[in-house]
């Protein structure tokens, strides 16, 4: 089965989410899942050296998230959503869109007035 974007929606309350990062960096909260039993521990950043057997990798993700989600319609009505991730050259960008499947080449979501964005290729 293919993954797709739709699997990561959830709710999330605005206060569960951090405005600001801790003070003190070591002290972030860390959530913990045992693979084997599926147990969950609430843990700590300064936690991490323990949590990380000798000889395994640890990539760290240094992107940013740019605040650039285009919510529009399309020509049904339907609404569409497109989250622009990077741009390829000169008004062309890559792009997540929902629905993904109703989305194709060729079809148009209308963000505002005079703002169209043309689904170019998949």
């Known amino acids: 089965m293919p993954l797709r974007t739709s699997s990561f929606d959830y709710t999330l309350p605005p206060d569960r989410i951090a405005q600001q990062p801790n003070e003190r960096r070591e002290a972030s909260r860390l959530l913990v899942v045992d693979r ?8 700590v950043f300064a936690d ?15 992107s940013r998230v740019i605040r650039a ?7 049904s009505g339907a609404p569409a959503e497109i989250l622009l991730l990077r741009p390829r050259e000169p ?4 792009a997540l869109v929902r ?11 209308h963000v505002a007035p005079g703002f169209d964005v043309v689904i170019d290729e998949m």
């Open 36 to 43: 084997a039993s599926g147990a969950l521990e609430h843990r």
């Open 48 to 62: 991490l050296p323990e949590l990380v057997p000798r000889g395994d990798a640890l990539v760290v993700n240094t």
């Open 69 to 75: 989600r285009l919510l529009g319609r399309r020509d």
């Open 91 to 94: 008004h062309v960008w890559e």
């Open 99 to 109: 629905p993904g499947g109703k989305l194709r080449p060729g079809r148009v979501v």
